[in-house]
């Protein structure tokens, strides 16, 4: 018997749900947090006055903000293969997503860092800091309030992004949805649904968003 739209809806939730708790946010979060630190390593390398290293950072980022992540993530898991890469579908998409995440927002991180006032590099050499301690005590904290909004929009979009995994067979809160309509054959009810618990998802994220640009308000030179 062909269950009423309502009860298809209330008995897929929970297993919609749990490819979000189990896939989605954890495909995320590890990402992004790899991603982090692949940005910041870049965005360093961008400010160098080496030509060479930020050479290198330049053409990364040229080559990351210029393909789809789509292509990306497909180069990953069907093309390595061809040449004797064998990487299995989870761990294909932390590569792909964190390889993203790091092109974009190594800009974010680098425009964060030049916003600091050149005086407070200055005050940090004067009390004796080197380059390396004023970044880490002086300078980042104050870019990290400037990097909040535009990189809270970069893991929401990768919040986002992370249904793409479903086209290698990643188990989350997309490809769900897909088993539950092929076998119900309700499509826009189960798409509608993932739907909105990716707005959830994001909902509240931007709420977290807003309580940590008040956290770090306290680091910004006054």
């Known amino acids: 018997m062909i269950q009423p739209n309502w009860e298809l809806f209330a008995s897929s939730f929970l297993p919609l749900l749990d490819g979000a708790i189990r896939g989605t946010i954890p495909l995320a979060l590890m990402s992004f947090a790899i991603g982090l630190v692949l940005a910041l390593a870049l ?4 400010l160098s006055t080496r030509l060479w290293v930020s050479g290198i950072a330049r053409i990364y980022i040229s080559l990351v903000r210029g393909t789809p992540l789509l292509v990306q993530l497909f180069v ?3 093309g390595l293969p061809s040449v ?3 990487i299995d579908p989870w761990p294909s998409a932390v590569v792909a997503f964190s390889i993203n995440v790091g092109g974009y927002a190594a800009e974010v991180i680098r425009a964060a860092i030049l916003s600091v006032p050149k005086g407070q590099w200055e005050a940090a050499y004067m ?8 970044l880490t005590r002086i300078i980042l904290p104050q870019a990290a309030r ?3 909004p535009p990189l809270s929009n970069t893991f929401i979009s990768l919040v986002k992004d992370t249904s793409l995994a479903s086209l290698i067979l990643v188990t989350e809160l997309f490809r769900e949805a897909q088993q539950v309509a092929a076998f119900s054959q309700e499509f826009m009810l189960l798409y509608l649904e993932a ?3 990716y707005w959830v998802i994001c909902l509240v994220l931007s709420t977290g968003q807003g309580f940590l640009e008040k956290r770090l308000d306290r680091y910004v030179a006054r």
Do not use: D, K, P, Q
């Not at 965005?43 to 961008?46: D, G, P, Q, V």
């Open 146 to 148: 400037v990097s909040v």
């Open 127 to 134: 009390i004796g800091m080197s380059r390396a301690r004023a």
């Open 43 to 46: 965005a360093l390398m961008r």
């Open 84 to 86: 004797g890469v064998l």
């Open 76 to 78: 990953i898991f069907y």
């Open 195 to 197: 739907a909105l618990i």
